[in-house]
């Protein structure tokens, strides 16, 4: 049985390591990587390790950007510097960056706060966060996702910030409760943004 070959269980092993690849298709994702040519393998494998080298997180609004290039947010000067929107992951940015009506910075919390899977404050980039708030910025908005660990997150945010004079809101009511801004279309998203209300 091929199931017993060390190569074949090393394989399986690395990619039952990827989030998001349900158990239900890791056959069948393990079965497409045997069955692609060498060389469509090492494209595969360059790929990777082309973005490893070249693609770094920024250490102001940690989403990722180029290493040899500034960050596209942060040092663009187009974009309104006055207003951070605070989101769980880079797919959260995307799904508002593609509205298309958004102009201010971001900052990507990298999670969100879950004792049960043992995410604490501390093992996301909420201190960057609170760092990055000075005279400049006027306006924070809270778009963790409307579950209970995004909407604990952005309580949590909001309690470290009460001293500071910065305006914090979150967005409008119309996000399905626990879902996440990623399944969401554009419309939506943008009303969400649009008609944001005081945190
Ligand atoms: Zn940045």
């Not at 579950?147 to 952005?154: F, Q, R, S, V």
């Not at 809101?169 to 279309?185: N, T």
């Amino acid at each position: 049985m091929i199931e017993q070959s060390p190569a074949f269980k090393q394989l399986l092993k690395n990619l039952h390591q990827v989030p998001y690849l349900a158990s239900k298709n890791l056959y069948r994702v393990t079965a497409y990587f045997l069955s692609i040519d060498t060389e469509k393998a090492q494209q595969f494998c360059n790929a990777i390790m082309q973005a490893k080298n070249s693609i770094t997180q920024c250490t102001i609004c940690c989403t990722w950007k180029e290493k040899e290039r500034p960050c596209f947010f942060c040092k663009a000067p187009k974009r309104n510097q006055h207003i951070i929107c605070v989101v769980e992951t880079w797919h959260e940015m995307m799904a508002i960056e593609k509205t298309g009506g958004y102009d201010g910075l971001y900052h990507v919390l990298g999670g969100a706060i879950c004792p049960l899977d043992g995410i604490g404050p501390e093992d996301l980039t909420i201190n960057q966060l609170i760092n990055r708030i000075d005279e400049n910025v006027q306006e924070l908005i809270l778009a963790t996702n409307q579950t209970p660990e995004g909407e604990a997150t952005a309580a949590f945010i909001a309690h470290h910030l009460k001293d500071k004079t910065v305006k914090i809101s979150c967005l409008a009511r119309g996000i399905p409760v626990g879902s996440s801004l990623e399944f969401m279309d554009r419309v939506t998203v943008y009303k969400a943004l649009s008609e944001r209300r005081p945190f």
